[in-house]
């Protein structure tokens, strides 16, 4: 039988070993569940119909659509139209001849040509734009430059260092056609007075 060596029992001096804790690590950033992510290098052509969110940082030609509350962000090229129902677009690489219909807000600081943006909520811009940016706010960051026409519903913000070329318009609110007023509607819901007939002799 074999006995276990204790260094104490010989007189011999014991050190505590210290053990030697890592750095802490940086918490790792986790992805919303079920969201779509489309890599660097991948292309795609065809249209794109979601139900979540969508990063997109390879390459599509084709539309872009979604019927829900989905966000989708452009890290790398689109030739094609952004539709989303009431999530926000996030341009940080290119949107080539196409559209972007949002029903939040939309936020490009890359590059954006050849089409209209309509947002019914704010439209930030600090990268490059072509084209008409409608929206209810705008706001037009100091590395922006572009070329085209603003239409704007309430208020608009250029911040210095903006290179724009292009009209700048405030959108008048819509006015509905009234048939009649309310006066006259109380009037015409009366009953019309019965004349009495006259007759001679």
Not at 118 to 142: C, D, H, Q, S, T
Not at 153 to 170: L, P, T, V, W, Y
């Amino acid at each position: 039988m074999f006995k276990k060596w204790n260094p104490e029992e010989e007189g011999m001096e014991v050190k505590e070993e210290k053990t030697i804790s890592q750095a802490p690590q940086a918490p790792v950033a986790k992805k919303p569940s079920g969201a779509n992510t489309i890599l660097k290098g991948s292309k795609l052509i065809g249209d794109i119909n979601v139900t979540c969110d969508l990063e997109l940082s390879g390459d599509i030609e084709g539309n872009i659509r979604s019927t829900d509350k989905s966000n989708i962000a452009i890290m790398g090229t689109c030739k094609g139209n952004i539709e989303t129902k009431d999530g926000n677009v996030n341009i940080e690489g290119a949107l080539e001849d196409g559209n972007i219909i949002a029903g939040s807000d939309v936020r490009i600081n890359g590059r954006f040509s050849g089409g209209e943006v309509r947002a019914k909520g704010k439209i930030y811009i600090n990268g490059e734009f072509n084209g008409k940016l409608e929206g209810n706010e705008v706001e037009i960051g100091p590395d922006a430059k572009g070329t085209g026409e603003i239409l704007y519903k309430e208020f608009i913000s250029i911040a210095r260092g903006a290179r724009i070329d292009g009209q700048i318009s405030q959108a008048q609110k819509e006015l509905k056609l009234v048939k009649n007023t309310p006066e006259e509607n109380k009037t015409e819901s009366k009953p019309p007075v019965k004349e009495a007939a006259v007759q001679g002799k």
